[in-house]
């Protein structure tokens, strides 16, 4: 490929090739969109991912050398060489960010996109698998349009760390040297964003088939059918500030509810509305806090798969059993699917106003008829009766690969489930059916409440689904140390490539061992097994540091009485876990605010906030949640040892703090950090400021009741209290407060700023007990007679010598 012209255009540089022409935005001084095609004209389909008042516009200028062509905005430069179109990304003093290969990195291999056609005479054939309803049916034509492979190659630089594509099976940290099918499956949420340790991240904007590779085959991005090759080049330098970039480009993270970073509880499955009652009862008599109980799937009738309404015999009176745990202060989810079948009301409906996919079972979430009276059924069965939250499973609809005693290889896996969603679904699009329904729910529910934050669970992703208000979890896993070693990275990965909520079966999905290849977990004797019990536990430590704190599984019951009896350590240590997450729910939930005012992100890798610590790079078992926590999880069995420590990384630049003991340890360097079975390593950055609330049996109790603010010395920090009502959008409209508190380490004086903003229900007055910590000052020490300078704040700037 060779420059041979350009010109400038409304919004940015045109270059004319010998290969077709490329299209460079400047949607900001930090962010590049690239457009480069084969047709006359570029494109003018809408973005699924990207939102229309993304573009903010930047200036730049253009200067040309006998070799190059480089556009230069105040922080990006970008040169272009003439002889082949490569392509280098510079910040604004000149330092290398990325390059392509000199030879060129950008090309396209015209194809055929082919997309089914179905009509009422198709025959239809139904199967059940574990996964559900799978409903297939024989096409009656087909439509061919051209299309094309696309691919983005790069010469990624050595020491060069990547992160990102969303969360996959596999458990891979640094994607540096390893390879990633991109397509939506279960155990497979797909986020086509790359995050570098050099300061920028690479959005693809596609909806097919992708793949990665940094491998013997070479180093790219790949798509499988597209119109024309669309990426954006985000720069930071800071991986935060790449994150806030593709947030500025995909959309903002709705405020979910305080209740959904409580505990919630789950199996598969609760079967009746007295069940559902008397869990919730149950935790609240043994006083666990507890915020939500959740109904998997077959909350309808029979065999009327994906009806979106209560049986009534099992559920006689839904509107009552909500007033019941709302009574209790608890929440509702109910498991939703996009399948239907057997001529169940909504599947009529379906069918009458033609908004089915070819399979007359799958609803066309592409469709916004479609989606409209999805959500209408769902509204009418459900939400009209005061549900609380949303499931949308199995948001990959044709997964086809679930049955067998041998798992397929890779290529097979992706050959089947990528060929099964093309049979349905234009190949361009089959990896945003996710993205479409959760569209849909989104949007339904904002129609008719402003009092409901959208909760969304579901098990696929993509590129804006954050806008959504989903959260995605890790799919339908297996009770293996392995399997929980893995869930680390996956889930870090899913978060730095920029959305923000993430979860994982608590101890796994699939417990027992059966003949399917996938029903392969270790433990038949599940929660009456010791060994199993740890598992849990471990997984249950674990869980609590997540963004969602969520308890599901088959083969055996999930409540917390089932590990043991009070008294027992396995019992007293989930306890004492639930009621940690519930003490941190002041620090979690400012996070979740600045997740959303500031495009913030809550759990991320190490390199996110020791990217200038190359130590950190590698690490899969340690992670950030907020700026404050270093949390550590154990992932090897301990059994019946009376001690056990497990290594832990103290990212240099920083001194640290045990949080359990105080200890003070100075960074860039390992340490072995208790790990018993009643403990999991946690450390505090210094600098810090933790929020810390009393013990309640649910999260809106947290209000009015005295924090302590724990400062953690030995160097300045600062940080940002968010509260609101705990539910509504009124938030939106700037009902919210927000409080700064700064740290000077070497006054030793503690600043609380004067309050911003204010909400509905707000007491003007708040109680703080202030306390630095200082050596062998636990956690357990500080709290459980919550200590402390107590000061009584009114909103206006209180400073305190500590």
Known sequence: MKI????????????????????????????????YTHEEEFSTKESLAVVPEAYQGAEWSLTESEGTIELTTTRLQLSILKATGAFRYRDRNGRLLAKEPDRGGKSLVATEAVRYVYDDTSSVTTSMSADGVRVQAEAKDAIVRKA??????????????????????????????????????????????????????????????????????????????????????????EMGEVVSGFRTLTGRAPMLPRWA???????????????????????????????????????????????KSFDPERFPDPAEMMRTLHSMDAKLMVSIWPIMNNDGPNHREMKEHNTLLGNQA??????????????????????????????????????ADWKGEVKPE??????????????????????????????????????????????????SAYSGQQRYSAITWSGDTCAKWETLRKQVPAGLNFCAAGVPYWTSDIGAFFVAKKEQWFWDGDYDRGCDDPAYRELYLRWFQYGAFLPMFRSHGTDTPREVWRFGEPGSVIYDTLVTFIKLRYRLLPYIYSLAGMVTLRHDTMMRPLAFDFRADENTYDISDQYMLGPALLVNPVLEPVGEAQRFCRSV????????YDFWSGEQHAGGQWVNADAGLDTMPLFVRAGSIVPVGPDVKHSMELQDAPWQLLVYSGESGSFTIYEDEGDSYRYEQGQYAATTIRWDDEASILTIEDRVGSYAGMNPKKTFLVHKVTEGQGFVKLTADPVGQPIIYEGKTVRIQL
Not at 380 to 395: K, N, P, Q, V
Request: hydrophobic residues 30%; proline residues 3%; negative net charge.
């Open 410 to 459: 890779p290529e097979q896996r992706l050959a089947i489930n990528t060929g099964r969603s093309k049979k349905y679904l234009d190949p361009e699009y089959i990896n945003a059916y996710s993205l479409m329904h959760s569209k849909g729910i989104y949007e339904g529910q904002r129609e008719v409440t402003l009092e409901k934050r959208v909760v969304n669970l579901t098990r």
């Open 148 to 237: 094309y492979h696309t691919k983005l190659e790069f010469e990624w630089a050595e020491g060069e760390a990547l992160y990102g594509l969303g969360s996959h099976e596999e458990g891979i940290m640094n994607l540096r040297g390893t390879s990633q099918y991109l397509y939506q499956q279960n155990m497979k949420a797909v986020v086509p964003m790359l995050v570098s340790t050099k300061g920028y991240g690479i959005l693809m904007d596609s909806y097919g088939l992708m793949t990665f590779h940094d491998d013997a085959h070479g180093s790219y991005l790949w798509t499988d059918t597209d119109d024309e090759l669309d990426y954006y080049f985000i720069y930071g330098p």
């Open 261 to 307: 970073f409580g505990y919630a509880q789950s199996k598969e499955r609760y079967k009746s509305q007295d069940e559902l009652i008397n869990v919730v009862k149950e935790y609240r008599e043994r006083q666990i806090p507890i915020d939500m109980i959740i109904l998997d799937w077959m909350s309808w009738t029979g065999n009327l798969w994906g009806q």
């Open 649 to 656: 990384y103290l990212p240099r630049g920083t001194k640290w």
């Open 362 to 399: 799958t609803y066309d979430a592409f469709s916004e008829k479609a989606r409209q009276l999805y959500w209408k059924q769902a509204y009418e069965g459900l939400f009209s009766h005061g549900i609380d939250a949303w499931w949308c499973d199995c948001t990959e609809p044709f997964e």
């Open 4 to 35: 041979i012209g350009y010109e400038r255009g409304e919004r940015g540089l045109i270059l004319e090739t010998t290969k077709g022409r490329i299209q460079i935005e400047t949607y900001s001084p930090s962010i590049l969109h690239i457009v």
